[in-house]
């Protein structure tokens, strides 16, 4: 054994008891470890109103216990921690002490509440026993100590975890319900700078992954994206000053594309010169020329886009990289330092059928293209669209919008193997298109060179192929003829690779697109990085957004000789299993308004017209707050003392003690098992923790003793003893304090509403302390208590007025009866805290059969758990009430020392 | 067996007197100085004679109500019927229903000398056989059927209609010719000589059967087999109740069944419930019929409310208020069709609604019928009986 005298004593449970042991050691002289797992220390005893038998304010006489213990110069409290291992022995134990992270800086924060005000998540008071509110950021109660805020943080929301670009989903939802529309759209802009395109025309994954969507149905989050940027729009653009340019560097990105704005628009920000080289006479690649303006309105697309030009990105239209003058060279002759190559894939697959080369062959990309850059198109009446991509269903929709009579899709698998989104589909079908699955075409038939039908052949599934999904094999002999004078391509896309010199060294997939370093997107040519379709071949907007943002980190670091940061690893995210759907009632999802089918024809007005304001609440109201801090960050924009930090880690403590003392008291046993009382189904039925916080002066009803049902006062009341209490089927124990505290309540509500007439439903009167019988004998004779010696059976309830209907037995008299009345308390029985079990364990102590912590002697050591050096004190040793818990307290101090100093072993079992 | 063993068998001496037995008892509801409390306090007070000449050790329902919540877990039920027990040996029996013509019938089925004609029921059409692995218990519905003509149905309907449904899965079974009562009203009155007489001629009976499994359409045979039969008679059988069988054939193969639409609700009998845990059975049965929607009446499962009369004895006015109590909560539940899984609450709940009493007291009419006869209404392929 270590000679090395260890006067640290570790308490675990920041409690009445184990504050006791805290001051009683530190004031021997003794270094104190005070861990509390909850932000702040107090207990079940800040919980209750008063305390019996003097019926003194709870928190009145226990502040000064706290704050002595917290001030004391021989404590160190460590709350909203917890121990997570201990080793070694009676005088030398090594704990290791996780503290969680508070995200809150607790040299900082003064405990001012501005923070809490502007959270927009709303949730359930544990303090409060789920009766009151919280936010996501807060105190537990006013008089916490430390005087802290504290975050509360679940994981990752799914949402934001689904975003390939990351963005604050669950945030954004948050200020939308809160009408808090700006801040929730700045929150967008930092990671999406097109959020009125991205809101109509993302695919949304986030939607897919909603736990909402595993309950009813998923939160309409590009609706709600879309919302917020049009109310923008509608309000009129801000003035947007060029950002400074604190850089000598320029950078040449080769496209105007999503990949190739949002980088600019990082780099640009990061204060360098920016010039994008766009090769079509319009900006904004895809989303300008080949989304069609019923689904993106390029009014809307180049005010987003003309935003990002005003921070002082140069963008120069009609000019082809590659092409003499503007060749990779000669940009870097020309003092730029880096190129992003973002090109996207804008080169359809050919069919490789024979005939394809007729006049009428049309493919997609080309026709999409064409059309919205207003070039004169003239289309079939016969459209035949090959494919089952958006660019299909686009090219599809809009050759019926210029007029074609029949338009009819070839997909070579079946519906549910196609690419495309399923409300796209659904809008081709209503449309009037026709959709031939498991087809493919074998041949372009013509006369005179034109195209006059396509000859196909039917197919079915085989095995999956690589990309997991079944492989079309063709039927022998299955050939059928399509009718067309227009056939449409739309089967896939590659980039361009025009940009590159033809002797160019750049490592290319046999795919066609860049190869590229996954975290830092560069190519295998110095200086020169790519992104956007170019490297994932055709994608969405979000994903070549999500590697703008990457390759201008990269970028960045590249220039400034800086190592690129490691990634942000996302704590796990939060699954429906984790939360508590008991208030959740079935919300049907908001419905898009659209424009009328009838009105679509021929027509390329917008087909979704957005949300309303009120809508768009309503909708983002649903929101689970599956992450519950929902990463908004408003909280850092009001916290004057600049104390809040989103990316602060936990951390672990290790700490060297010679002995250890568990305080670590009471929770509640769930009374909702004994369904003869009706607790969760009869509104009026609450337990004595849930009465406490109602008379309480900082509780939810600020003391107020209203019932759940109407808020009425009631002013004849019941309470029930024994309830999970002495009862073999549930806890066979006593739990000591509730006899004392249902007289203490009774006399409560008298002095709330003198005349309340109090029933206590009684086993036997157990009233152990000092004065306790005078306490029960004044509360029949002066505070309307009557004692009823019985064990009600069964709960009724009166429909008329709610209250509840008690039935007993009178046992002096042997008569059943009903006894009506307002309001009804169970006093509940109590258990050791939930977790004892894992702490047990990590400390290597026996429980008992009960969960309390065994102590073997219970005659002349009965503190000593069965390990030396470790004490029990308080209710997790067994059922007291707060005097005796003290005296336990002090009592396990005194051992604690007593074994510290003498380093004697002492006997664990039998004794005396 | 003396006062002392019954106490310490059935931990009476626990017992705290907290009253909460009274406080959920059905009978205490509409007899307030009913109290099973007060009669486990003269048990322990030594006061047994006096409870004997009583009457009220009698009028328990053995419900099994209180023993679910007793916080002392003493075993009410068994505590009566032994109490009972005593009682008889005293002399005492309870007042028998129907002037004690179904406990008469019952102990002259019990000579061994008897024989019985007990097949009539059987009519054309149903089939069983002379040797078969299992055997069905009928029950003594072919003497309630005489008994409570009055009552506008055959209780027989109940073993039909379990026999057509055993048929309908390609099972013949054996039939006891000479079947007799299971005893379960003569053990719950306390006349245990009797009973053993019973026990031991249908034990003996079953043996030379051959039989492996009995299936049972009353939950009090089935309860009686399982629980109390082991310590007075030896049967090696599986014993199973036919809403376990039925509910057993479609987790297997799955029953094609033809669509019914009907509102039901389910009263769960004392015996199959409480006394044997089985809920869901004869639930997954009535779920498994498309068009059938199942509602639950306020008390339902381990809270349903007893049919009101046990052992045909001490049937009086407070059984009959608790029978409306349970038949104004069916109709509640707006169901087209009450349906039960034994054949004494069917007869209980039909008693209530013939015998009003006062042409102005509430409305209980609803048609009551056993889930055998539900169920071989809705197998594909057969007539409707």
């Known amino acids: 054994m270590n000679d090395e005298k260890n006067d640290s004593i570790l308490v675990i449970g920041g409690g009445i008891a184990g504050i006791q042991a805290s001051i009683d050691l530190a004031n021997m002289g003794f270094q104190v470890y005070l861990v509390e797992r909850s932000p702040s220390i107090g207990g079940r005893m800040a919980q209750l109103d008063k305390t019996f038998p003097t019926n003194d304010c709870a928190m009145c006489i226990l502040a000064p216990k706290m704050n002595e213990c917290y001030r004391h110069q021989n404590i160190t409290v460590l709350s909203y921690s917890e121990v997570t291992d201990v080793e070694g022995e009676l005088g030398n134990f090594e704990i290791k002490v996780l503290k969680k992270s508070r995200y809150i800086d607790e040299t900082k924060c003064t405990g001012c509440g501005e923070c809490a005000q502007v959270c927009p998540v709303e949730l359930k008071s544990e303090f409060d026993q789920g009766m009151g509110t919280r936010k996501a950021i807060y105190k537990p109660f006013a008089q916490a100590i430390p005087n802290l805020y504290t975050i509360d943080k679940k994981g990752t929301p799914p949402c934001k975890a689904a975003c390939p670009a990351g963005v604050d989903v669950q945030g954004y939802v948050a200020l939308i319900s809160q009408g808090k529309f700006k801040e929730a759209l700045n929150l967008i802009k930092k990671k999406v700078p097109l959020p009125a395109t991205v809101g109509r025309v993302c695919t949304h994954p986030c939607e897919t992954e909603c736990n909402r969507g595993k309950t009813d149905e998923s939160i309409a989050i590009a609706a709600l994206k879309r919302f917020v940027a049009d109310n923008e729009l509608s309000l009129g653009s801000e003035e947007i000053t060029p950002a400074p340019k604190t850089k000598d560097e320029k950078i040449a990105i080769v496209g105007s594309g999503p990949a190739g704005l949002t980088a600019a628009h990082d780099l640009v920000l990061m204060g360098y010169g920016v010039t994008i080289f766009e090769a079509l006479p319009v900006a904004g690649g895809m989303m300008a020329v080949g989304i069609p303006e019923y689904r993106l309105p390029k009014n809307v697309l180049n005010i987003e886009i003309e935003a990002i030009q005003k921070l002082g990105v140069e963008i120069k239209l009609n000019s082809p990289v590659g092409q003499p003058g503007f060749t990779l060279d000669d940009l870097q002759q020309q003092g730029y330092k880096a190129i992003f190559i973002a090109v996207g894939a804008h080169t359809s697959r050919k069919l490789d059928v024979p005939g394809e080369e007729m006049k009428g062959v049309y493919h997609g990309v080309s026709f999409l293209r064409d059309v919205n850059l207003g070039n004169e198109v003239k289309v079939g009446q016969k459209v035949a669209v090959v494919g089952g991509g958006n660019v299909a269903i686009d090219a599809a929709r809009t050759a019926r919008r210029l007029g074609s009579k029949e338009v009819t899709i070839v997909y070579r698998r079946s519906r549910q193997e196609m690419p495309a989104s399923e409300e796209e589909i659904e809008e081709a079908e209503h449309e009037g298109i026709k959709i031939h699955y498991l087809a493919t075409p074998v041949r372009i038939i013509g006369k005179d060179g034109k195209v006059t039908g396509m000859e196909c052949i039917r197919m079915e599934l085989g095995e999956p192929d690589a990309s997991g999904r079944r492989r079309p094999i063709p039927i022998e002999g299955s050939e059928f003829i399509v009718d067309a004078d227009m056939v449409v391509p739309a089967i896939g896309q590659a980039p361009d690779l025009a940009c590159l010199p033809k002797d160019n060294k750049f490592q290319i997939s046999s795919g066609g697109t860049f190869e590229v370093n996954d975290r830092s997107l560069a190519t295998n040519i110095p200086g020169v990085f790519a992104g956007g379709d170019a490297v994932l071949g055709p994608a969405t907007v979000i994903e070549a957004i999500a590697t703008g943002h990457r390759a201008a980190t990269a970028i960045n670091c590249y220039l400034q000789g800086e190592i690129l940061p490691p990634e942000e690893e996302l704590p796990p995210s939060v699954r429906i299993e984790d939360i508590d759907l008991t208030d959740v009632l079935e919300t049907k999802r908001k419905v898009m308004p659209t424009t009328p089918r009838k009105q679509r024809a021929g027509s390329f007005e917008e087909v979704n017209l957005g949300f309303s304001e009120k809508m768009a609440v309503e909708e983002a109201k649903r929101c689970l707050n599956c992450g519950i801090c929902s990463g908004c960050r408003e909280c850092e924009k009001v916290c004057e003392a600049k104390a809040i930090n989103h990316e602060m880690k936990e951390e672990y403590l290790g700490l060297k003690v010679g002995a250890i003392i568990i305080g670590t008291g009471l929770d509640f046993y769930d009374v909702s098992k004994l369904d003869e009382y009706g607790y969760g189904s009869i509104p009026n039925v609450i337990t004595a923790i849930e009465y406490e916080r109602l008379t309480s002066a900082s509780g939810p009803t600020v003391g107020e003793l209203k019932r759940p049902s109407d808020g009425k006062t009631p002013t004849n009341i019941a309470f029930i003893q024994c309830v999970g209490s002495r009862d073999f089927k549930h806890k066979p124990y006593c739990s000591s304090v509730c006899c004392m505290y249902a007289t203490k309540e009774a006399i409560l509500a008298y002095e709330h509403h003198p005349g309340t007439e109090s029933t206590i439903f009684f086993m036997d009167m157990r009233a152990l302390g000092k004065r306790f019988q005078e306490y029960v004998a004044r509360a029949e004779r002066e505070y309307g208590a009557t004692y009823i010696r019985s064990r009600p059976g069964r709960i009724d309830v009166n429909p008329v007025n709610g209250n509840p209907i008690i039935w007993y037995e009178d046992t002096t008299t042997g008569e059943t009866k009903k006894f009506e009345t307002e309001l009804v308390i169970l006093c509940q029985a109590m258990i050791p805290s939930r977790g004892i079990e894992e702490l047990a364990s990590i400390l290597g102590i026996d429980l008992d059969i009960y969960g309390f912590v065994e102590t073997p002697d219970k005659l002349f050591y009965p503190l000593d758990t069965t390990r030396p050096g470790i004490f029990a004190c308080g209710y997790a040793h067994s059922p007291r009430d707060i005097p005796d818990s003290v005296v336990q307290g002090s009592g396990a101090a005194a051992r604690a020392a007593e074994v510290v100093t003498t380093k004697i072993l002492e006997p664990v079992a039998g004794g005396g | ?385």
Request: include cysteine.
């Open chain 2, 1 to 385: 067996m003396t006062l002392e063993d019954i106490i310490q068998e059935t931990k009476t001496f626990y017992c705290l007197e907290c009253g909460k037995c009274s406080s959920i008892c059905p009978i205490c509801r509409y007899d307030p100085n009913y109290s099973p409390r007060v009669i486990v306090e003269n048990a322990l007070l030594g006061l047994e004679s006096d409870l004997f000449h009583n009457g009220e050790l009698f009028s328990c329902l053995t419900c099994q109500a209180c023993q679910l919540k007793c916080p002392s877990d003493v075993n009410y039920p068994i505590f009566i019927q032994k109490m009972r027990l005593m009682a008889s040996n005293d002399g005492q029996q309870g007042e028998c229903a129907h002037s004690g013509a179904l406990q008469s019938l019952v102990r002259l089925m019990s000579n061994p000398d008897i024989t019985q004609r007990r097949l009539e029921w059987l009519s054309n059409g149903y089939r069983t056989s002379e040797q078969s692995d299992i055997l069905f218990f009928v029950g003594c519905t072919p003497y309630f059927d005489p008994v409570f003509e009055d009552l506008g149905f055959q209780v027989t309907d109940v073993s039909r209609g379990s026999l057509k449904i055993l048929n309908y899965f390609g099972i013949e079974p054996m039939l006891l010719p000479n079947e007799k009562c299971c005893g379960h009203d003569m053990l719950w009155m306390g006349d245990v000589k009797t009973f053993q007489k019973l026990a031991e001629q249908n034990a003996a009976m079953i043996k030379e059967s051959g039989a492996k499994k009995i299936i049972f359409s009353c939950p009090e045979c089935y309860r009686t087999f399982k629980e109390d039969y082991p310590n007075y008679a030896k049967i090696d059988c599986e014993l199973q109740h036919i809403t376990e069988f039925i509910s057993g054939v479609i987790e297997e193969n799955g029953i094609k069944f033809k669509e019914l639409k009907k509102k039901v609700t389910y009263h769960d009998s004392c015996r199959l419930g409480r006394h044997l845990g089985l809920y869901e059975p004869p639930r997954k049965v009535l779920q498994a019929i498309p068009g059938i929607d199942l509602i639950e009446m306020k008390q339902n499962r381990e809270k349903s409310l007893c049919c009101g009369t046990s052992a045909f004895t001490n049937c009086d006015l407070y059984s009959k208020q608790i029978r409306v109590e349970r038949l104004l909560e069916a109709k509640e539940t707006d169901a087209d069709i009450l349906v039960t899984a034994c054949p004494k609450c069917q007869i209980h709940f039909r008693c209530a609604m013939v015998n009003k009493g006062e042409e102005k007291g509430p409305d209980i009419e609803i048609p009551v019928t056993d889930i055998v006869n539900l169920v071989a209404n809705a197998l594909e392929g057969e007539n409707n009986e």
